[in-house]
Every structure is written in C-alpha cells, then in structure tokens.
C-alpha cells in the first residue's frame, strides 16, 4: 500500500522545534479523567486534527489549549514556553466555534474589526483590513455593511474565519465549527479551509468528531478515544495502517468478522465456520477481528475463479451512494458482508440474485481481541 510514502510525509513534516507541546497532560472532572496523560507535538504550520467519537476529550482538550481550562497535571509549552496559567486572552491563539460566537446585531464588517478595534487601530486600516480578508474568504466587498443575520450559514462560516484571522493569531483552533451544517455546504467549506490553511501558512488545530471531515483537509490526525490518542499519524498513514479495530471501524463502514485461530496461518469465522486466510501468517492469539473494507471486496465472474478468499451469497440489497454503489451480501443465515463498486461497474443481477464475493488477504487486517492479548497482530 502506501504506507512508506505516508512515512516519508510525516518526517517532513517534523522539522523544527513543535509550537505546541503537551506533555503528560490530564484533565480531571472529580476522579475522572476527560483527558488522560496525552503527550503530543503539534509543529508550525501544521493542520492538526484531532478526531474522535462524542464525549472522548476533545472540546476537554481543547480548552486547555487555548486557556480557557487549566490542566490538572501536566504541562503545556508554546514555543517552549510553559503556559498553563496564562488567560485565554493573554495568548497568542484563537478559537472558532461551532455557535461561531458572532454579534448578532453587527454587521459583517464590524464582526471582522472587532479584533483591530479593541487593538486600536485606525478606522480606515481597519476596514482595508477587513475587506482583504472578505476577499480571502470569498466573501463580496458589499456584504461589508451587511447584518450578519442576513447571512446564511456558510456567510458566517466564514465571517467567523474571518474575525479569527484579524487576530492574527500563531493558532487557530476550531471545535466543530462545521457540524451544524448540510453536507454539501459542509465539503465545501472543508475544502476552503484547506485552502485558507494553505494561505496563510498559520498552525490549526482542528476538532471533529468525523473521521472522514478529518482525513480531507489534514496533516496529520489523532484519533482520541476515552481521554486519550489511540493513534497519530498522516490520512495515509491511518486509512492503511489502523493500529485496532476501533480507529478502523471509526474511518466509516467496514466488514468485521470475528475470527479464532485455525490450522498454520488460517482463520476460522467464528459465527458460520468458514476458514479464511490470516493477514498476519500465525501470529499467536485465539480470538480476531478480521476487517475488510467494503471496496476491498468483488465479485467473481464465475464462482471457480482463484481467490484467496470467497464466499457464496445472495446480493439482499444495493444503494447507490452518488459515484458509487452498495451491496449487502447474505452469506449464510446471518451474515452481511458489504461490498461497493464504483457505479460504472455496478452489478447487473436484481436482489435476491447468488453472487461469489471475493478479497485478497492483503487488503484485509486483523486485530486480536484484547482481552486476549493486548497487542495488534502485525500485517
Ligand atoms: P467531546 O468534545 O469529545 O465530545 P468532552 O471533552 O466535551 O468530549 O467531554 C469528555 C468527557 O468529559 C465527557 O464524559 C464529559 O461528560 C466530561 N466532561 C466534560 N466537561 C465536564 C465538566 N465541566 N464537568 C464534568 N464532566 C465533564
Ligand atoms: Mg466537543
């Protein structure tokens, strides 16, 4: 896969002394632990998401970034400097939030100086500042005077980026500043904040709870679960590398089988039987999760044709999903499998219709069950 090209990204990326650095840094509310002993390097220029399911930290961690918490232990160092006591105020950063936090009453114009006025800046330099930021934001020169009631959401999306970098903050941190949006408002704005990203050339820090939002516009991801990083790494690095289950079931739908070792280096599905081959050769464990992703998986022309894996079924049901479709396959009584195509090579058979479903072992990953063992079965 591409997993060197991803390696090679990520030491690049990792020159230099980080702008921020969080080392053994917990947040405690009572005796439990919102954040939990998270050290991580986030590096100048850096678009740096943080992504994981609600309630796993991230807004927890966030505040304390910014200043708007205090840690309980640990320290946060800004250019090498410790800052877990300086005010929200008194740093160098800024936070855009998902309710964007804009003065209702004001206009776009007055929303985006209000950093250059309460710095004093003359009147006039304000607005030329604020109309060049209009214009980065691709926002028209005329919505200037206008309410920022009158906008609609993907207006004040962008007003609010636009407040943030009068600041002229070293770091942008964002907490979910999209998730209230349509779908398609909300690709696009992910894609412009890329850009803005690329722009300006500032470090953002970026919290979604989508792994998929994540993986668009970052350089590198933590997945958080329960207080802490489960794993960091580039887009690549985590869509084909996940160090467990739970970061590859987090990257969106995928096939898990529950699998116990079988004879040399092959797996048998604990549910119907079948025997698969093993991605890892014979690592010692007794019970699996064998993941395979959904466009991993084809069909067979003819059910005699060589594969490494395959399965027999009846196609239960398809949805096309825009450029592509999916299948659930029915194997057996009670299995789905989930495969997708792109929808020029979607299937000409109608549901109920039998199908051979097929996977090379390599594009499949396992992962021991924990209680087991608690360590990944290499690939
Ligand atoms: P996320 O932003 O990932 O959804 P949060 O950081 O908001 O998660 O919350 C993480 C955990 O900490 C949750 O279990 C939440 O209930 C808890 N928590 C957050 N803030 C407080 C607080 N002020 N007091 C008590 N518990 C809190
Ligand atoms: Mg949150």
């Given at each position: ?5 991803a ?12 702008i ?14 919102a ?21 796993s930290?991230?807004?927890t ?6 200043g ?9 160092l800004l250019r ?32 985006i ?14 607005k ?9 934001l ?13 906008c609609?959401?993907?207006e004040?999306?962008?007003?609010a980026?636009?407040r943030a970098l ?30 803005i ?6 470090t ?9 939002e994540?993986?668009?516009?970052s ?11 489960v ?9 084909a ?11 969106g739908?995928?096939n898990v ?15 119907t ?10 690592s ?5 999760a ?9 069909f067979?022309d003819?059910?005699?044709d ?9 196609i239960y ?13 029915r ?14 090579q979607?299937l000409?058979?109608?549901r109920?219709?039998?199908?051979t479903?097929?996977w090379d ?19």
């Amino acid at each position: 896969m591409i997993v060197e090209t991803a390696a090679a990204t990520e030491s690049a990326a990792r020159t230099g002394d980080p702008i921020l650095r969080l080392k053994a840094v917990d947040k405690f509310f009572g005796d439990f632990a919102a954040v939990d002993r998270v050290s991580l390097d986030i590096h100048e220029g850096e678009f740096f998401t943080i992504v994981g399911p609600s309630g796993s930290g991230k807004t927890t961690m966030v505040r304390m970034l910014v200043g708007m918490d205090k840690p309980t232990n640990g320290d946060i160092l800004l250019r090498g400097e410790r800052i877990n006591d300086v005010p929200a105020n008194r740093r160098p950063t800024c936070m855009v939030f998902q309710s964007l936090a804009l003065f209702p009453h004001r206009t776009v114009g007055q929303n985006i100086e209000f950093p250059l006025k309460i710095r004093g800046v003359a009147p006039a330099e304000r607005k030329a500042r604020a109309l060049e930021l209009m214009a980065q934001l691709r926002l028209p020169d005329s919505y200037y005077g206008k309410g920022v009631l009158q906008c609609s959401g993907g207006e004040r999306q962008r007003v609010a980026l636009a407040r943030a970098l009068a600041f002229d903050p070293d770091i942008l941190f964002f907490d979910e500043p999209l998730s209230a949006l349509d779908y398609k408002l909300r690709k696009l704005l992910e894609k412009e904040l890329k850009d803005i990203h690329r722009e300006t050339g500032k470090t953002f820090v970026y919290i979604t709870h989508s792994l998929e939002e994540a993986m668009v516009m970052s350089d590198r991801i933590g997945v958080m679960n329960k207080g802490r990083f489960v794993q960091i790494g580039t887009p690549n690095q985590i869509y084909a590398n996940p160090v467990n289950r739970f970061v590859s079931e987090f990257m969106g739908e995928v096939n898990v089988v529950d699998v116990e070792r079988g004879a040399a280096g092959s797996l048998v599905d604990r549910l119907t039987g079948a025997a698969y081959q093993s991605p890892a050769g014979d690592s010692e464990f007794r019970e699996a999760a064998l993941v395979v992703r959904p466009e991993d998986i084809r069909f067979l022309d003819h059910p005699d044709d060589a594969a490494d894996n395959k399965l027999t079924g009846t196609i239960y049901n398809d949805y096309l999903l825009g450029s592509r479709v999916q299948y659930q396959v029915r194997v057996g009584s009670s299995q789905i499998f989930l495969v997708e195509k792109l929808r020029e090579q979607q299937l000409d058979v109608a549901r109920g219709a039998t199908v051979t479903i097929a996977w090379d072992t390599r594009q499949s990953m396992l992962f021991a069950t924990p209680s087991f063992t608690q360590s990944m079965v290499a690939r």
